[in-house]
């Protein structure tokens, strides 16, 4: 046999040889896992616990509940069940209940502030006006001018002082006022001289608490300056300044004050709820409202005696903002009224004495987009067309 071939038959010898073994041990491998069941279970080798380990936890444990119990004890257990020793600070539960409570409340009885909507018990201190009959033609002008602004949405009232013949568009509705809601606080502020709770020559000092933005000048003035009631009163029409409504205001008794004597005076849907300037409309009326209240302050003498009477319409015809109704008159017509401009809401109230002596009242509110044009263009060409109504 060649030598080539005689080593390749010893290979084949040689992994014959090892390959039956490996057989064999594959075999015994097989049958061992075959037989697994029926060897003895291995046992784990437990490892031996750490006490000490064991006891530092414990131990840290106990300490955490313990003084997790007492801190519980000493700030909750003891404080609800035995009195605070700081005997000068109070809890006022009504107050957590109620946060807005004492800014939105308009009564006050035997220490507590509540809210009313109408005075109940009293006699209504204004009169409602007395309307004729309602004006269709003027009526319908002011309908179809209001159609050509969709975008917008007014209220109007008009009330003719020798008729008694009135408009209602929208009047009963609900607007926000903005510097309109001045009117009822200067009714408020004369209410209370001729109550005999301050006179007209009384002094306040512009502090910061009072000074605010908006319009206005008093808000550029040194701090403690000092002003009469008077000068803040002229201030607050005239300017319709934003700092010196929120001093009279306060003057008065707050907001509490101003919509308690709203509720006295009979009128049921004008609400103080927002220090000035109030940039989200939260101050509220309705055109009907306001030109009750004018209507009041004119006519009705058992409200307010004429020397306050006298004074507030001296600064009602010297508002400056002369842009609104004012510009839709004719020339050397009188106009007593107060303007109220935020960007939602654009709007006039006033009396209208015209050359000839005609009187009327006209509120206009008109809700906008925000600072839209287009009310100051609605509430000018509205104002031409009453005017030329009531002139013919």
Same mark, same amino acid.
């Given at each position: $046999?060649?030598?080539?071939?005689?080593?390749?038959?010893?290979?084949?010898?040689?992994?014959?040889?090892?390959?039956?073994?490996?057989?064999?041990?594959?075999?015994?491998?097989?049958?061992?896992?075959?037989?697994?069941?029926?060897?003895?279970?291995?046992?784990?080798?437990?490892?031996?616990?750490?006490?000490?380990?064991?006891?530092?936890?414990?131990?840290?444990?106990?300490?955490?509940?313990?003084?997790?119990?007492?801190?519980?004890?000493?700030?909750?257990?003891?404080?609800?069940?035995?009195?605070?020793?700081?005997?000068?600070?109070?809890?006022?539960?009504?107050?957590?209940?109620?946060?807005?409570?004492?800014?939105?409340?308009?009564?006050?009885?035997?220490?507590?502030?509540?809210?009313?909507?109408?005075?109940?018990?009293?006699?209504?201190?204004?009169?409602?006006?007395?309307?004729?009959?309602?004006?269709?033609?003027?009526?319908?002008?002011?309908?179809?001018?209001?159609?050509?602004?969709?975008?917008?949405?007014?209220?109007?009232?008009?009330?003719?002082?020798?008729?008694?013949?009135?408009?209602?568009?929208?009047?009963?509705k609900v607007y926000p006022t903005a510097s309109i809601i001045?009117?009822?606080?200067?009714?408020?502020?004369?209410?209370?001289?001729?109550?005999?709770?301050?006179?007209?020559?009384?002094? $306040?000092?512009?502090?910061?608490?009072?000074?605010?933005?908006?319009?206005?000048?008093?808000?550029?003035?040194?701090?403690?300056?000092?002003?009469?009631?008077?000068?803040?009163?002229?201030?607050?029409?005239?300017?319709?300044?934003?700092?010196?409504?929120?001093?009279? $205001?306060?003057?008065?008794?707050?907001?509490?004050?101003?919509?308690?004597?709203?509720?006295?005076?009979?009128?049921?849907?004008?609400?103080?709820?927002?220090?000035?300037?109030?940039?989200?409309?939260?101050?509220?009326?309705?055109?009907?409202?306001?030109?009750?209240?004018?209507?009041?302050?004119?006519?009705?003498?058992?409200?307010?005696?004429?020397?306050?009477?006298?004074?507030?319409?001296?600064?009602?015809?010297?508002?400056?903002?002369?842009?609104?109704?004012?510009?839709?008159?004719?020339?050397?017509?009188?106009?007593?009224?107060?303007?109220?401009?935020?960007?939602?809401?654009?709007?006039?109230?006033?009396?209208?004495?015209?050359?000839?002596?005609?009187?009327?009242?006209?509120?206009?509110?008109?809700?906008?987009?925000?600072?839209?044009?287009?009310?100051?263009?609605?509430?000018?060409?509205?104002?031409?067309?009453?005017?030329?109504?009531?002139?013919?």
């Open positions: $046999m060649p030598r080539l071939a005689e080593q390749y038959n010893d290979y084949r010898t040689y992994y014959s040889y090892n390959r039956n073994d490996y057989s064999a041990a594959e075999a015994y491998r097989d049958n061992s896992l075959d037989n697994h069941d029926n060897r003895r279970p291995r046992t784990r080798k437990r490892k031996k616990s750490n006490i000490i380990r064991d006891f530092v936890i414990v131990l840290l444990l106990a300490a955490f509940v313990v003084c997790g119990l007492g801190f519980s004890f000493r700030k909750i257990s003891v404080a609800m069940l035995s009195p605070t020793p700081y005997k000068n600070i109070q809890t006022d539960l009504r107050q957590l209940m109620y946060p807005t409570h004492n800014y939105l409340s308009n009564a006050w009885f035997m220490g507590e502030r509540s809210f009313r909507f109408a005075s109940t018990g009293k006699k209504a201190q204004m009169t409602e006006i007395k309307e004729g009959v309602n004006m269709p033609v003027l009526q319908s002008s002011l309908s179809e001018l209001a159609q050509q602004y969709p975008s917008l949405d007014a209220g109007i009232y008009v009330w003719d002082y020798e008729t008694g013949n009135y408009v209602d568009i929208n009047a009963s001045k009117i009822p606080v200067l009714i408020d502020v004369f209410k209370s001289i001729e109550a005999g709770q301050f006179n007209i020559t009384d002094k $306040m000092p512009l502090t910061e608490y009072f000074r605010t933005e908006g319009s206005g000048n008093l808000q550029f003035k040194a701090a403690n300056s000092v002003y009469t009631i008077d000068e803040l009163a002229r201030r607050m029409i005239t300017e319709s300044d934003n700092s010196s409504t929120n001093m009279l $205001m306060a003057k008065v008794g707050s907001m509490t004050d101003v919509n308690q004597a709203v509720r006295d005076w009979g009128i049921k849907n004008t609400e103080v709820q927002a220090w000035l300037p109030d940039y989200a409309g939260s101050n509220h009326s309705t055109p009907k409202d306001m030109a009750t209240m004018l209507y009041n302050i004119d006519e009705n003498d058992k409200f307010l005696n004429s020397d306050s009477r006298g004074k507030m319409f001296n600064y009602m015809a010297n508002v400056h903002n002369n842009r609104l109704i004012q510009a839709g008159l004719g020339e050397n017509s009188v106009f007593l009224h107060k303007t109220g401009d935020i960007g939602k809401m654009l709007g006039d109230a006033g009396i209208v004495i015209t050359p000839s002596g005609k009187k009327y009242i006209a509120v206009i509110f008109v809700n906008r987009p925000h600072n839209s044009p287009l009310a100051k263009e609605f509430i000018v060409r509205a104002s031409k067309i009453i005017y030329n109504y009531m002139v013919k």
